[in-house]
């Protein structure tokens, strides 16, 4: 009833998610996966589905998917929410696919660490337990991702932003011999957290991303371990 009362539309921003509890795939809730699923991936789906024909009709129409940085990644004991923000990612990714030829627009943006009630929801209200998981960084807080929105909806109809990863552990950076040598020279075996960098395929960039010392990460080219704490920007 309420998408059909709305008489126009050319903006669609598909915000919604979260997840619940921290468990492993052999322990898991499936009351709290089905949870996760309906919020991230049924919830943009039936949105996305009723209001489509609206925005085909506005003639210049945009989709923003925000997912996470957990739509591309995978991690110990978050399979409900990175299998469910993976699917809502495909989903956004397939449906570039289908709207070829229409004046639908479609942006992905993929959030890194959010400071916002997410945390709290994950461990059912634990305000402690929530409040570690941004201790000791800087994270990204609500308004940084709104930004984001804002100026990917205020763009004229010919620019078309395919996926942005909004995050407080990505960085991209011209090659550089000596960014190369720098991450050598500070490479500490020790570290809880290591930033890793390589090459992608168009050897265009160097990614630094900055991973827990239990991930297994295969690049695409090369791989160096760094010192602890925030991601390096030489």
């Known amino acids: 009833a309420f998408c059909a009362a709305i008489p126009r539309l050319h903006v669609l921003v598909n915000n919604a998610g979260g997840a619940k509890g921290t468990t492993s795939v052999m322990d898991a809730s499936e009351e709290q996966w089905r949870w996760m699923w309906e919020t991230n991936v049924l919830g943009s789906l039936r949105v996305t589905k009723a209001l489509l024909p609206a925005l085909i009709a506005s003639g210049d129409g ?5 997912t996470s940085i957990a739509a591309f990644e995978a991690y110990d004991n978050g399979a409900g929410y990175t299998s469910a923000k993976h ?4 989903t956004h990714r397939t449906l570039r696919y289908e709207l070829l030829g229409k004046p639908v627009r479609l942006t992905e943006i993929a959030p890194g660490m959010v400071e916002t009630d997410f945390s709290l929801v994950r461990f059912e209200g634990d305000q402690e337990r929530a409040d570690k998981v941004y201790e000791g960084l800087t994270p990204l807080v609500a308004e940084d991702v709104a930004e984001v929105i804002g100026f990917v909806a205020s763009r004229p109809p010919h620019v078309n932003l395919d996926q942005i990863i909004n995050s407080d552990e990505w960085v991209l950076l011209e090659p550089n011999e000596k960014i190369i040598e720098y991450i050598k020279e500070h490479s500490d075996p020790d570290a809880e957290w290591y930033a890793v960098a390589e090459v992608d395929e ?10 827990h010392h239990t991930t297994v990460y295969e690049p695409v080219t090369m791989t160096v371990s760094t010192m602890s704490g925030n991601t390096i920007v030489p």
């Open 87 to 90: 699917a809502q990612g495909v």
């Open 62 to 66: 945009l989709i923003v998917s925000v």
């Open 202 to 211: 168009d050897n265009d960039y160097i990614l630094i991303d900055r991973i």
